[in-house]
């Protein structure tokens, strides 16, 4: 991204709208999913390079988009077998990948 992110919050997914309410500044809400899940890769993060963008590239883009100053990862239920949840998982997954972006011709990132 051209300016880092302003805050990347790991939430429960229902505490988003109180984060939200009455603010002025854009925030963009990925949706955890389950950790368990055969297709967890495929969901959060695609195949960027085949140009199948799953929640987290799909986010990212448009956080650049909108010029969001908050980048909300819901945790749903499930956690690794470390305890670690779905939005940690997520944002460790989305930094280890992140430079797969910046290789699509439209991805600006």
Same mark, same amino acid.
């Given at each position: 991204?051209?300016?880092?992110?302003?805050?990347i919050l790991l939430v429960p997914m229902a505490s988003w709208l109180v984060l939200c309410a009455g603010a002025s500044h854009v925030g963009v809400l990925?949706?955890?999913?389950?950790?368990?899940?055969?297709? /967890?890769?495929?969901?959060? /993060?695609?195949?960027?390079?085949?140009?199948?963008?799953?929640?987290?590239?799909?986010?990212?883009?448009? $956080?650049?988009?909108?010029? $969001?100053?908050?980048?909300? @990862?819901?945790?749903?239920?499930?956690?690794?077998? @470390?305890?670690?949840?779905?939005?940690?998982?997520?944002?460790?997954?989305?930094?280890?990948?992140?430079?797969? @972006?910046?290789?699509?011709?439209?991805?600006?990132?």
């Open positions: 991204l051209e300016r880092p992110m302003a805050r990925v949706h955890g999913f389950d950790l368990g899940a055969e297709d /967890w890769e495929e969901v959060v /993060w695609g195949t960027p390079r085949e140009g199948r963008l799953g929640r987290v590239p799909h986010g990212l883009l448009l $956080a650049r988009r909108f010029k $969001a100053t908050t980048l909300i @990862l819901g945790s749903g239920g499930t956690c690794d077998e @470390l305890g670690v949840s779905e939005a940690e998982r997520t944002r460790a997954h989305a930094i280890q990948h992140l430079s797969e @972006l910046s290789r699509l011709p439209h991805a600006d990132v």
